[in-house]
């Protein structure tokens, strides 16, 4: 761990002296009343896996300077993975020069090579973003993702997870560190338009409740489609067509997926209506075409 509170050595000695020592045994510094960071780190560690130190590097291989406070934004999102918090920012500056990074009038960068420390979800979120002028959308990443055979949870993982992703807007994302005009977002705002599915949600006295919606390009490329106007239908249902089971579709807050299969199979195309039928006395979900696209 990189970063730690006086707290938990408090047991050691009242005497400042003794304390002092132990830290000098333990090859860490004070910087201040509550915090405390490694003096050094020596060769015999593996530097490599230190999460602060990895996210860094990821960051700067997006952006070659990067301001403080966002490179600290940054930290934050990736130890998230590990720790219930960082440090605050005046404390991790301290760390940033032993980790191998550089920090110069409130930005930061690294002598250090960054080739090779991005994961291939990363790779792919920097591709989608690139490919749509610098602000994307979900759907839009995650239509990266599957051409490069990565899951849709994959892309809630790396949004949510990642320090090289920024939110901004609402729904949208960029690359950390690197500036965006409202003109771009606007772009983007009006490129959904094609992600629109026009759903229409009925509940019946028979216990289904219906949802009409338009094959949109992703739903036709992934099988995934928006859930959002269902979201309390959420959990697991059995994908029932014609009395046949094909298996099992699954619903978030956000999105129902699994329909892939029997989409191929109905030779289902963009522009289609397609009606959804969840029996919430068992828990089966039924599909039906309402109408072809190109009729």
């Given amino acids: ?35 405390f960071t490694y003096k050094q780190l020596t060769d015999e560690q593996d530097n490599s896996k230190i999460p602060l130190r990895v ?35 005046y404390v ?19 002598p250090l090579s960054t ?23 979900f759907l839009e990443i995650a239509e990266e993702f599957f051409l490069h055979s990565l899951s849709l949870p994959a892309v809630s993982v790396t ?8 939110k901004v807007n609402e729904g949208f994302h960029k690359l950390r560190g690197i500036d965006i005009s409202w003109q771009q977002i606007e772009d983007a705002q009006k490129r959904q338009k094609r992600f629109a599915q026009d759903e229409e949600v009925t509940h019946g006295l028979d216990g289904v409740v219906r949802m009409k919606f338009t094959v949109n390009s992703y739903a036709f490329l992934t099988g995934v489609i928006g859930a959002y106007s269902v979201r ?23 999105y129902l997926w699994s329909l892939a299969k029997l989409f191929k199979e109905l030779g289902v195309k963009m522009g289609d209506r397609m009606e959804l039928g969840f029996n919430t006395w068992n828990r089966s979900l039924s599909i039906k075409r309402i109408k072809n696209g190109s009729s």
């Avoid at 050691?12 to 201040?32: F, G, M, P, W």
């Avoid at 991790?92 to 690294?110: A, C, M, N, Q, W």
């Fill in 55 to 89: 996210a860094g590097l990821k960051m700067l291989a997006v952006n070659s300077n990067i301001n403080i406070d966002n490179f600290h934004d940054g930290l934050r999102r990736h130890a998230s993975r590990f720790y219930a918090g960082i440090a605050p920012i």
């Fill in 92 to 110: 991790v500056e301290h760390i940033l020069p032993v980790l191998g990074f550089d920090v110069r009038e409130s930005k930061v960068s690294t």
């Fill in 159 to 166: 949004l949510k997870r990642s320090p090289i992703a920024e």
């Fill in 232 to 254: 309390e239908m959420s959990g697991s249902w059995s994908l029932v067509y014609k009395n046949k089971l094909y298996g099992e579709v699954k619903i978030d807050e956000s």
């Fill in 115 to 137: 080739v090779g420390v991005l994961s291939k979800s990363e790779q792919c979120l920097i591709s989608a973003i690139n490919k749509n002028g610098g602000v994307a959308s």
């Fill in 1 to 35: 761990m990189e970063l730690l509170s006086r707290k938990p050595l408090g047991i050691l000695s009242k005497d400042e002296r003794i304390t002092s020592l132990a830290l000098k045994n333990l090859n860490l510094q004070k910087v201040d009343n509550e915090w």
